[in-house]
């Protein structure tokens, strides 16, 4: 488990990360977002004691991370798959490591099968692709059989069957009750892998929730309907009271019933339907949805001015259930 208590990182005027609270829990995979420059990377190294909290803190199953004797042993990370020594092969970069930490070198053979590069391991790192790299990475991480993993973006550089098994092997991680914890822009992902989310913007607590909810509550859910008795449509749907907008391809859109009651209305009055679809908005789009304000970084069209206005302040996760309550 991971425990983070009012934790906050200031390099001088800025405020990386302001009073930061959440919990990362054993046996599921925890996804974490933001916007670029939201205080993700400051975060995710102020757990492994890389950067020194201004103030609060974060434990590690209740522990600081500096105060572990064989770290490797309690806690996994990937955070740069560059940084391992490029002179060195891949077995010998794991030695080493195994080493400082008193875990047997047998493990470092186990942890290259594992990742897929056994046939590589007396090769040197520099000659590495990036997403031979990155499967040394991961390797590292896992070298210590911990409790305890962090992945920052994991499938960078990885082919369709690496982010296949990356995410696997994540899923089975957390159902052996291991706490996972990874930081990814790629949202296609994100959405496949993660149970949970923490959703982080300007340094603060946005979102901590399921994946569901989170879609759910930070999305509009429409009943696309599709008919050629348009007109009896309308009468039928206007004489219940239903709202419907109609879209550019035909169908309407209706988002105060569900499918289900639509389908029984429909079949009440023997409409022929070509389409009854429940919508739901991606992750990607809820994940805009849900930062929009904040953003630091905005990119614009070559020539294109920017007539946006500056964007509102992040409503911290508190916040916006209070505001949601107040309006019920």
Same mark, same amino acid.
């Given at each position: ?28 995979? /925890? ?11 400051? /975060? ?9 909290? %201004? ?62 590069? %056994? ?26 059989? @911990? ?26 991680l957390a159902n052996e009750g291991r706490t996972i ?45 599709? %008919? ?14 239903? @709202? ?21 209305? %429909? ?23 849900? /930062? ?14 920017? /007539? ?21």
């Open positions: 488990m991971i425990e983070l208590e009012a934790l906050t990182k200031r390099f001088g005027d800025k405020t990386a990360v302001d009073s930061l609270s959440f919990r990362v829990s054993p046996g599921m995979v /925890t996804g974490f977002l933001g916007p670029n420059g939201a205080g993700k990377s400051t /975060t995710m190294r102020m757990m492994l004691g890389l950067d020194h909290p %201004t103030s609060g803190t974060v434990r590690i199953d209740g522990h600081h991370y500096r105060e572990l004797d064989e770290p490797l042993r309690y806690v996994g990370a990937l955070l740069d798959a560059k940084a391992m020594h490029g002179g060195r092969s891949a077995y010998n970069n794991l030695l080493c490591l195994a080493q400082s930490n008193r875990i047997p070198a047998a493990r470092v053979a186990e942890v290259l099968d594992t990742v897929g590069l %056994t046939a590589v391991s007396r090769q040197k790192a520099k000659g590495f692709s990036l997403g031979m790299g990155q499967r040394l990475g991961i390797a590292s991480a896992l070298l210590g059989d @911990p409790r305890v993993l962090l992945f920052d973006e994991p499938v960078n550089g990885l082919d369709p069957e690496g982010i296949h098994w990356i995410r696997n092997l994540m899923k089975s914890f990874v930081s990814s822009h790629l949202m296609s992902e994100m959405a496949l892998t993660a149970d949970h989310l923490i959703v982080i913007g300007q340094g603060r607590l946005l979102a901590d929730t399921s994946m569901a909810d989170f879609i759910q509550q930070n999305s509009r859910s429409y009943v696309r309907i599709r %008919t050629p008795e348009q007109e009896r449509l309308q009468d039928v749907l206007a004489n219940a009271g239903i @709202p419907a907008v109609n879209s550019r391809d035909g169908a309407w859109e209706v988002d105060s019933i569900t499918a289900e009651a639509l389908g029984e209305l %429909t079949a009440a009055h023997g409409i022929v339907l070509h389409e009854l679809s429940p919508q739901q908005a991606s992750l990607e789009e809820a994940f805009m949805q849900m /930062t929009a304000g904040a953003v630091e970084y905005h990119a614009h069209s070559p020539g294109t001015p920017d /007539t946006s206005p500056p964007p509102a302040p992040a409503t911290p996760w508190g916040a916006q259930w209070q505001q949601k309550g107040a309006g019920r």
